[in-house]
C-alpha cells in the first residue's frame, strides 16, 4: 500500500467519524466551541485537551490495592509488650508542692465579692485580691440595669456577631466607648484575654514588622505569636533602646528596598510590673519613623486619667494618634469582654478579619449593658475615681520604702493594683531562687489572710516564646498582688496596709526563713 492508498483511507475514516459524531446530539456546540476558542486562545485549547486525555487515562487506569503495605508485622505478644510499655505524655505539668499546697489553701468566696468579703469558713476579711476598684458590682442603679436587660435578651445571644448574635445593646456598648475614649468607632469581643491577641493577627501578617516591649503580657504574646510576623523586642520602658531598633528596621528596609508595615505594640500599665508607658514618647518615635502604635489599655483603661479614659487622657495625648486602642470591659467596669477603638476603617476590618470576633459567640447583652451603665457611671461620679486613687496613696503609704525593708513596690502611683516585690539586696544576699521567692511570698499571703487581709501573688515565671519569638524572653518577677478599692474606708486601707507590712515582718524574720540575719522592721 503506498503514501496515497493510506491517505485517502484516513480521509475516509476521518469523515466517517465527524458524521458519526455530528449524529450525537450537542456535538454542533461543542464544535463551534472548540473553533471559536482554538481562534481566540489556542494556548487554552491545548491545555484543555491535555486534560482530557489525563481524564481518559485516569479512567482507564488499573486500579490498585491498598493491602500491600511495606511494614513491619508484629505478632501479638509484640503488640501486647509494646502496649504495657507506652507512657502517654501528661496533659499538663505536675503540680509543684508549692502549688499543691496553695491550692489546698485557696480561699473559697461565698455571696459577692465587695470589700468586705464572707468565706466558706466563716470568716469575714478585707478583700484587697479583687479587681473591684470602684466596688461598681454593689451599684443599685447598674444592678436594675443589669436585671432588665437579663430578663429582655436572656442569658445569651446563642450566636457570632454579624450572624444573628448582634444585639442592639451591642452597638450601644460600642457607641458609648467610641464616645468616652474619642474614637472614631469601636468594635467590643466576648472576651478581654482574646481582643489583642486577635486584633495583632488581624492586621499583622507574615513579612511585617513588630518591635515590641520584652514585659509585654501573655496574650500580646500570643497575637505576636499567631501574626508570624517579624518580631523586633526592645528592653523594657527603654525609648533609647527602642529608637535604635526602629531606626534599625527603617535602615534595613530602605536597603532591601522593600517597604512593609511596621508597628509598634506596648501596653499602658504593664501586667507585669505594673509601672506606666511614656504615651507623648511613644507617639513622637511613631511619627518619626513612620510606625503604627497597638497600645493594650487592659490595665490602664477606666483607671488612668481624670475621668478614666486612660493613659491617653492621663498623659494628654490625643487618642487618634494611636491607630488601635485595646482594653478590657472587666475589672474596674464589672462587665465582660474586651474591646478596640479606633478610625472607622480599622474597626470594620477586624469585623471580618479577627479570629476571636468572627469564630465566636457574641458578649452576653447584660455584660454590654454593664459595661455601658459602668461608663455612666465613672462620667457622672468622677469622685469614685479620686475615692480609689486616695486609697492607693494611704496604702503606698504604708508599704513605702522607709516603713518596710523587705519588699519594694514597682506599679506606677497611680495604678491601683499594687506590686510588691523583694529587694534586689534581700534577693541576693539570701541567694533567692524563683521557687524560694514564690515560697515565701505565698507564707506572706496566708499571714495576711490569718489577719484578715485577703491578697493575692503574681506567680512569678520565664515567659517562654515560640521560636518564631526570638530573643523575646522575659522572667516574671514573683510578688504580692494588692488591689485596692474605694469601697473602704480609710482606716480600713491603713489598717490593711499595716497587717499586709506585719506580715511581711513576720514571715521574712521567721526562723528557717532568715537565712540572713537582717534586722525587724
Same mark, same amino acid.
Given at each position: 500500500?503506498?503514501?496515497?492508498?493510506?491517505?485517502?483511507?484516513?480521509?475516509?475514516?476521518? %469523515?466517517?467519524?465527524?458524521?458519526?459524531?455530528?449524529?450525537?446530539?450537542?456535538?454542533?456546540?461543542?464544535?463551534?466551541?472548540?473553533?471559536?476558542?482554538?481562534?481566540?486562545?489556542?494556548?487554552?485549547?491545548?491545555?484543555?485537551?491535555?486534560?482530557?486525555?489525563?481524564?481518559?487515562?485516569?479512567?482507564?487506569?488499573?486500579?490498585?490495592?491498598?493491602?500491600?503495605?511495606?511494614?513491619?508485622?508484629?505478632?501479638?505478644? !509484640?503488640?501486647?509488650?509494646?502496649?504495657?510499655?507506652?507512657? @502517654?505524655? @501528661?496533659?499538663?505539668?505536675?503540680?509543684?508542692?508549692?502549688?499543691?499546697?496553695?491550692?489546698?489553701?485557696?480561699?473559697?468566696?461565698?455571696?459577692?465579692?465587695?470589700?468586705?468579703?464572707?468565706?466558706?469558713?466563716?470568716?469575714?476579711?478585707?478583700?484587697?485580691?479583687?479587681?473591684?476598684?470602684?466596688?461598681?458590682?454593689?451599684?443599685?442603679?447598674?444592678?436594675?440595669?443589669?436585671?432588665?436587660?437579663?430578663?429582655?435578651?436572656?442569658?445569651?445571644?446563642?450566636?457570632?456577631?454579624?450572624?444573628?448574635?448582634?444585639?442592639?445593646?451591642?452597638?450601644?456598648?460600642?457607641?458609648?466607648?467610641?464616645?468616652?475614649?474619642?474614637?472614631?468607632?469601636?468594635?467590643?469581643?466576648?472576651?478581654?484575654?482574646?481582643?489583642?491577641?486577635?486584633?495583632?493577627?488581624?492586621?499583622?501578617?507574615?513579612? %511585617?514588622?513588630?518591635?515590641?516591649?520584652?514585659?509585654?503580657?501573655?496574650?500580646?504574646?500570643?497575637?505576636?505569636?499567631?501574626?508570624?510576623?517579624?518580631?523586633?523586642?526592645?528592653?523594657?520602658? %527603654?525609648?533609647?533602646?527602642?529608637?535604635?531598633?526602629?531606626?534599625?528596621?527603617?535602615?534595613?528596609?530602605?536597603?532591601?528596598?522593600?517597604?512593609?508595615?511596621?508597628?509598634?505594640?506596648?501596653?499602658?500599665?504593664?501586667?507585669?510590673?505594673?509601672?506606666?508607658?511614656?504615651?507623648?514618647?511613644?507617639?513622637?518615635?511613631?511619627?518619626?519613623?513612620?510606625?503604627?502604635?497597638?497600645?493594650?489599655?487592659?490595665?490602664?483603661?477606666?483607671?488612668?486619667?481624670?475621668?478614666?479614659?486612660?493613659?491617653? !487622657?492621663?498623659?494628654?495625648?490625643?487618642?487618634?494618634?494611636? %491607630?488601635?486602642?485595646?482594653?478590657?470591659?472587666?475589672?474596674?467596669?464589672?462587665?465582660?469582654?474586651?474591646?478596640?477603638?479606633?478610625?472607622?476603617?480599622?474597626?470594620?476590618?477586624?469585623?471580618?478579619?479577627?479570629?476571636?470576633?468572627?469564630?465566636?459567640?457574641?458578649?452576653?447583652?447584660?455584660?454590654?449593658?454593664?459595661?455601658?451603665?459602668?461608663?455612666?457611671?465613672?462620667?457622672?461620679?468622677?469622685?469614685?475615681?479620686?475615692?480609689?486613687?486616695?486609697?492607693?496613696?494611704?496604702?503606698?503609704?504604708?508599704?513605702?520604702?522607709?516603713?518596710?525593708?523587705?519588699?519594694?513596690?514597682?506599679?506606677?502611683?497611680?495604678?491601683?493594683?499594687?506590686?510588691?516585690?523583694?529587694?534586689?539586696?534581700?534577693?541576693?544576699?539570701?541567694?533567692?531562687?524563683? !521557687?524560694?521567692?514564690?515560697?515565701?511570698?505565698?507564707?506572706?499571703?496566708?499571714?495576711?489572710?490569718?489577719?484578715?487581709?485577703?491578697?493575692?501573688?503574681?506567680?512569678?515565671?520565664?515567659?517562654?516564646?515560640?521560636?518564631?519569638?526570638?530573643?523575646?524572653?522575659?522572667?516574671?518577677?514573683?510578688?504580692?498582688?494588692?488591689?485596692?478599692?474605694?469601697?473602704?474606708?480609710?482606716?480600713?486601707?491603713?489598717?490593711?496596709?499595716?497587717?499586709?507590712?506585719?506580715?511581711?515582718?513576720?514571715?521574712?524574720?521567721?526562723?528557717?526563713?532568715?537565712?540572713?540575719?537582717?534586722?525587724?522592721?
Amino acid at each position: 500500500m503506498d503514501l496515497q492508498d493510506l491517505q485517502t483511507r484516513l480521509n475516509l475514516f476521518l %469523515d466517517h467519524a465527524a458524521t458519526t459524531f455530528q449524529k450525537v446530539p450537542g456535538s454542533a456546540v461543542l464544535i463551534r466551541y472548540v473553533r471559536s476558542s482554538y481562534q481566540n486562545d489556542p494556548v487554552r485549547s491545548a491545555i484543555e485537551l491535555v486534560l482530557v486525555i489525563f481524564f481518559i487515562r485516569y479512567l482507564l487506569s488499573p486500579s490498585y490495592s491498598t493491602s500491600k503495605v511495606n511494614y513491619v508485622k508484629l505478632t501479638e505478644d !509484640e503488640i501486647d509488650e509494646l502496649v504495657e510499655e507506652w507512657t @502517654p505524655e @501528661p496533659l499538663v505539668a505536675p503540680l509543684t508542692p508549692l502549688e499543691e499546697t496553695s491550692l489546698e489553701k485557696l480561699p473559697i468566696l461565698v455571696g459577692p465579692s465587695g470589700p468586705k468579703s464572707k468565706l466558706s469558713t466563716g470568716k469575714t476579711v478585707t478583700n484587697l485580691a479583687s479587681y473591684n476598684f470602684y466596688n461598681l458590682n454593689a451599684n443599685e442603679q447598674i444592678k436594675e440595669k443589669a436585671i432588665a436587660t437579663l430578663r429582655t435578651y436572656g442569658v445569651g445571644p446563642c450566636g457570632p456577631p454579624q450572624f444573628y448574635g448582634t444585639q442592639d445593646v451591642h452597638m450601644k456598648a460600642e457607641a458609648d466607648i467610641a464616645s468616652y475614649l474619642g474614637t472614631e468607632k469601636c468594635i467590643v469581643y466576648a472576651q478581654a484575654f482574646s481582643a489583642i491577641s486577635s486584633v495583632i493577627p488581624a492586621f499583622c501578617k507574615r513579612g %511585617d514588622v513588630i518591635v515590641a516591649d520584652r514585659a509585654v503580657n501573655y496574650s500580646i504574646r500570643r497575637g505576636l505569636e499567631i501574626s508570624r510576623s517579624n518580631i523586633r523586642w526592645y528592653n523594657h520602658n %527603654d525609648f533609647e533602646d527602642l529608637e535604635q531598633v526602629m531606626r534599625g528596621v527603617v535602615a534595613e528596609q530602605k536597603k532591601k528596598g522593600k517597604l512593609t508595615r511596621r508597628f509598634i505594640v506596648t501596653e499602658g500599665l504593664f501586667e507585669t510590673c505594673g509601672d506606666m508607658n511614656n504615651l507623648p514618647k511613644l507617639v513622637e518615635l511613631k511619627e518619626k519613623y513612620k510606625f503604627r502604635i497597638i497600645l493594650d489599655e487592659t490595665w490602664s483603661f477606666g483607671v488612668l486619667g481624670r475621668t478614666g479614659r486612660g493613659l491617653t !487622657e492621663h498623659q494628654n495625648v490625643d487618642p487618634t494618634q494611636i %491607630d488601635m486602642i485595646v482594653g478590657s470591659l472587666a475589672g474596674p467596669l464589672c462587665a465582660g469582654g474586651g474591646f478596640c477603638a479606633g478610625d472607622g476603617d480599622v474597626v470594620e476590618h477586624q469585623r471580618i478579619a479577627a479570629a476571636a470576633y468572627t469564630f465566636s459567640a457574641a458578649l452576653p447583652a447584660m455584660l454590654a449593658m454593664t459595661a455601658s451603665e459602668s461608663l455612666n457611671v465613672l462620667q457622672s461620679n468622677p469622685e469614685i475615681l479620686a475615692g480609689c486613687r486616695e486609697n492607693v496613696r494611704l496604702l503606698r503609704g504604708q508599704l513605702a520604702e522607709g516603713r518596710s525593708e523587705w519588699v519594694v513596690c514597682t506599679s506606677a502611683a497611680e495604678n491601683p493594683v499594687q506590686l510588691l516585690v523583694l529587694r534586689e539586696e534581700v534577693v541576693r544576699a539570701r541567694r533567692l531562687e524563683l !521557687e524560694d521567692q514564690e515560697r515565701l511570698l505565698q507564707e506572706c499571703v496566708d499571714e495576711a489572710l490569718a489577719n484578715g487581709v485577703l491578697i493575692t501573688r503574681l506567680k512569678g515565671m520565664s515567659i517562654s516564646t515560640h521560636n518564631s519569638l526570638k530573643d523575646g524572653s522575659w522572667i516574671v518577677q514573683p510578688a504580692l498582688k494588692v488591689c485596692v478599692t474605694s469601697g473602704l474606708s480609710k482606716k480600713d486601707i491603713e489598717k490593711a496596709g499595716q497587717t499586709i507590712r506585719h506580715a511581711i515582718t513576720k514571715v521574712m524574720t521567721k526562723k528557717g526563713n532568715n537565712k540572713l540575719n537582717l534586722p525587724a522592721a
